[in-house]
């Protein structure tokens, strides 16, 4: 049962675009959504999250956006630069649960 | 600033084999995480830990186990090493959250790249 997924397992962006990666989710009880970035041979490290009672959360370059009727979020990068290439996941969470729920990763390259 | 550590970067390991992978973090976290992580998988949760010498199976726990001995330290064993744990494997760590409130977010160490031969 993949409670949130990541349909795409890569994404090719040119630099100075927007990069947008998203994230469907099934479980209705999520009260929170994060997003992580991966480089290669490193641990994944916080990006940005959002609660479920906001449609909005903006940080610098990185808002993603959260449609609950959906299921639906998605992450923008504005503008996308070389050192966002990495491996991206999002990741559900229930309030009072201690486990976060992970999606599969979207590879995201943006091309010089 | 958050720091997990794991024992090892790289590891090569024989069919067959114990195998101890070793997590330390030094936040006076709660809650410590077992994942690994496969291409076109995401990352799975293999074993969850929420205080000393207490531990919940994730979604993948056949073939490991774990133990915690002190709050700061997490260790994942396999047990008899096969070639389908061949992995990259991260361990994390958490304050634990509660009611309206608590941050969700989980600090990676920098991962283990085990190989079974």
């Known amino acids: 049962d993949q409670q949130v997924k990541q349909n795409s397992p890569s994404l090719s962006v040119q630099e100075g675009r927007i990069s947008i990666l998203n994230c469907d989710y099934t479980?209705?009880?999520?009260?929170?959504f994060l997003w992580y970035k991966k480089y290669p041979a490193e641990g994944p490290t916080f990006l940005i999250s959002?609660?479920?009672?906001?449609d909005k959360n903006e940080d610098g370059r990185f808002t993603v956006f959260l449609n609950k009727s959906a299921k639906h979020l998605s992450l923008h990068i504005v503008p996308s630069q070389p050192g966002d290439s990495a491996v991206y996941f999002c990741?559900?969470?229930?309030?009072?649960?201690?486990?976060?729920?992970f999606g599969q990763g979207t590879r995201l390259t943006i091309n010089p | 600033d958050v720091k997990v550590t794991q024992s090892s970067r790289y590891l090569v390991k024989r069919t067959g084999e114990k195998v101890f992978l070793e997590c330390v973090q030094d936040?006076?976290?709660?809650?410590m995480f077992w994942y690994r992580q496969d291409p076109g998988l995401g990352l799975r949760l293999i074993y969850f830990?929420?205080?000393?010498?207490?531990?919940e199976k994730g979604d993948i726990p056949e073939g490991y186990s774990v133990s915690r001995e002190k709050k700061e330290r997490f260790s994942l064993i396999l047990e008899s090493a096969s070639t389908n744990q061949t992995s990259m494997y991260l361990c994390?760590?958490?304050?634990?959250?509660?009611?309206?409130?608590?941050?969700?977010?989980?600090?990676f160490g920098p991962g283990t790249r085990l190989t079974v031969t």
């Open positions: 990741a559900g969470i229930r309030r009072g649960a201690q486990k976060l729920v």
């Open positions: 994390a760590s958490s304050l634990p959250t509660s009611g309206m409130t608590g941050t969700y977010e989980q600090y």
């Open positions: 936040m006076d976290h709660e809650n």
């Open positions: 479980n209705s009880m999520f009260d929170y």
């Open positions: 830990s929420y205080d000393v010498k207490m531990k």
């Open positions: 959002i609660s479920s009672i906001k």
